[in-house]
């Protein structure tokens, strides 16, 4: 009779393994049941704006089953990353430090089959006017960019349209540039 020993490294790999794959089967399954229920789609004819400039684009929605939505928007969304080292590892930190939203439609139902588009327009962060300045999203937003002096942090701005549905939500994001020089 032969007795079969695991190592404890064998052990370890082969729980390392069923978390990889548990995670990978997940990710995949979330995917496809996304593109199960549609999609959405993002135009923006242009992506690089000034403070106070207005970013126009559309949403295109397609549903290949009924949907039951919270609400559709589209987000600007600004997000800070910090680069650090610590005891010589690289680190890296992100904090949404902006987000301003239209609504493009509140809760109801999407039929199987649905297309339509929506227009929209945002507004990027004014902080030349002593309005947004002096709101408490404007100082928040001149905190974070007074502390991107370092070479090691900066903003990225995002457009993001949302179908915020029960069960999986519909999404489709764009980069944008958004000209912070001369703030200060």
Same mark, same amino acid.
């Given at each position: ?48 704006? @000034?403070?106070? &400039?207005?970013?126009?684009? $559309?949403?295109? *929605? ?7 939505? /919270?609400? !559709? ?52 962060? @004014?902080?030349? &006017?002593?309005?947004?300045? $002096?709101?408490? *999203? ?7 960019? /007074?502390? !991107? ?36």
């Amino acid at each position: 009779m032969s007795e079969f020993k695991l190592s404890t490294e064998s052990f370890i790999l082969m729980i390392a393994a069923l978390v990889i794959g548990s995670v990978l089967i997940a990710v995949v399954t979330y995917h496809i049941l996304r593109f199960l229920r549609g999609s959405i789609k993002l135009t923006l004819p242009r992506t690089s704006f @000034n403070p106070g &400039e207005a970013i126009t684009g $559309n949403v295109e *929605l397609q549903t290949k089953k009924e949907i039951e939505g /919270n609400k !559709l928007l589209v987000s600007l969304i600004g997000v800070k990353e910090i680069k650090s080292t610590r005891n010589g590892k690289s680190h890296t930190r992100t904090e949404e430090i902006y987000r301003d939203s239209v609504t493009l439609e509140e809760a109801r139902p999407y039929p199987a089959g649905y297309l339509a588009t929506y227009n929209f327009t945002l507004k990027t962060p @004014n902080w030349k &006017e002593p309005e947004f300045l $002096n709101s408490a *999203l404007g100082e928040t937003l001149t905190t974070a960019l /007074n502390f !991107l002096g370092s070479s090691s942090s900066r903003v990225y701005w995002k457009i993001e349209a949302r179908l915020d549905a029960k069960g999986v939500d519909l999404a489709a994001s764009k980069s944008v540039f958004v000209n912070t020089q001369g703030m200060f």
